[in-house]
């Protein structure tokens, strides 16, 4: 995607300051994975998928961190192109280690995947989940989902406009914003949801912290051209 497309919806005041084409293993050298899973890079996109069988449940999922913190007012962009259902992929922003902690804090638990310790864990954290195809009921409607943790607080969803596997001819374009108390989520330049957060209902406003993709097994999915920026 050119830059003017890719940019069109990202707030004047807000530079870049992460780029990354994840397009080599050399890319994702400081990542952390947190579960069991393979990264490759067949397409010189990174692609992202289970090592364990989805029959495990949780055991089998899976989050990918990248390695940098960011400041609160930002806008994350990134490609997306799921290759194998069912499954589901998540976004966690804003995430941070309980009582203000880094979320790699070592004193923190070890956290392996499971999604119980990422909303009723030691972190908070949003998190957005923007290709929901695990359950019957997701692949009969599908929505795009924000979630606030600490606690499991569905707080705003908006349609999810991405086709089924067999009908992607490409990746999409994703991007989240996070401004102030506001929210707001886009595919390839469509506005989805924007929610408002009131600092009070569902716990105080989330500040700065760190990124990571999230994914339920047996998904398979590419990613690349993550860039994020702030002020």
Request: glycine content about 10%.
């Amino acid at each position: 995607m050119n830059e003017p497309a890719r940019e069109q919806l990202i707030p004047q005041g807000l530079r870049k300051l992460y780029q990354n084409p994840l397009a080599s293993p050399e890319d994702v050298a400081g990542f952390r994975l947190e579960g069991e899973g393979a990264l490759t890079f067949p397409m010189k996109r990174l692609r992202l998928e289970s090592t364990r069988s989805a029959e495990e449940g949780q055991k089998a999922n899976l989050v990918l961190w990248c390695p940098e913190t960011f400041p609160g007012d930002l806008a994350v962009s990134w490609e997306f192109r799921p290759l194998k259902e069912p499954g589901l992929a998540i976004l966690f922003f804003a995430a941070q280690g309980a009582g203000g902690k880094d979320l790699f804090d070592p004193s923190l638990p070890r956290r392996t995947g499971e999604y119980e310790q990422y909303h009723h864990g030691s972190m908070d954290a949003f998190h957005i989940s923007y290709f929901r195809r695990m359950w019957t009921e997701e692949r009969q409607f599908h929505t795009c989902n924000l979630r606030k943790s600490y606690g499991f607080h569905l707080v705003a969803q908006g349609a999810d406009p991405l086709p089924d596997v067999p009908d992607m001819n490409g990746p999409y374009r994703m991007l989240v914003l996070k401004q102030g108390a506001r929210v707001t989520f886009a595919i390839n330049g469509l506005v989805l949801f924007t929610w408002e957060d009131d600092g009070s209902s569902y716990g105080p406003l989330l500040a700065g912290g760190r990124i990571g993709f999230r994914q339920m097994a047996p998904l398979i999915a590419e990613y690349g051209d993550l860039v994020v920026y702030g002020e």
